[in-house]
């Protein structure tokens, strides 16, 4: 069955980085985009970033563009997700997904990433 397994969040500072890697198994990666979403408290849950399949074409929000990356790598199906510049607005869960053709989302168990001081 499809598997998504975050790992990489954390307490930082702001102005600081992590690096999030989501490992996926149970369907074929390198055939699907995939996407890393947020959910901070009282909020809904929203798109950060985007990656194609191949990889070559890549999307953000706007409130993370130029400081947060997407990347993945298909020969070990991982995707990842580099954040720096880290604002305390950052902080949420943030979960990666899959979409099939048919609509079906699939979603990992979150990874906590909270910006303090």
């Known amino acids: 069955q499809v598997q998504l397994v975050e790992s990489g969040g954390g307490l930082v500072q702001p102005g600081g980085s992590l690096r999030l890697s989501c490992a996926a198994s149970?369907?074929?990666?390198?055939?699907?985009?995939m996407s890393w979403y947020r959910q901070a408290p009282g909020k809904e849950r929203e798109l950060v970033a985007a990656?194609?399949?191949?990889?070559?074409?890549?999307s953000y929000a706007d409130s993370v563009k130029d400081r947060f990356t997407i990347s993945r790598d298909n020969a070990k199906n991982t995707v990842a997700l580099q954040m720096n510049s880290l604002k305390p607005e950052d902080t949420a869960v943030y979960y990666c997904?899959?979409?099939?053709?048919?609509?079906?989302?699939?979603w990992g168990q979150g990874t906590q990433v909270t910006v303090s001081s």
């Open positions: 997904n899959y979409r099939t053709n048919w609509g079906t989302n699939y």
């Open positions: 149970g369907f074929t990666f390198s055939n699907y985009a």
């Open positions: 990656i194609q399949s191949a990889g070559g074409i890549t």
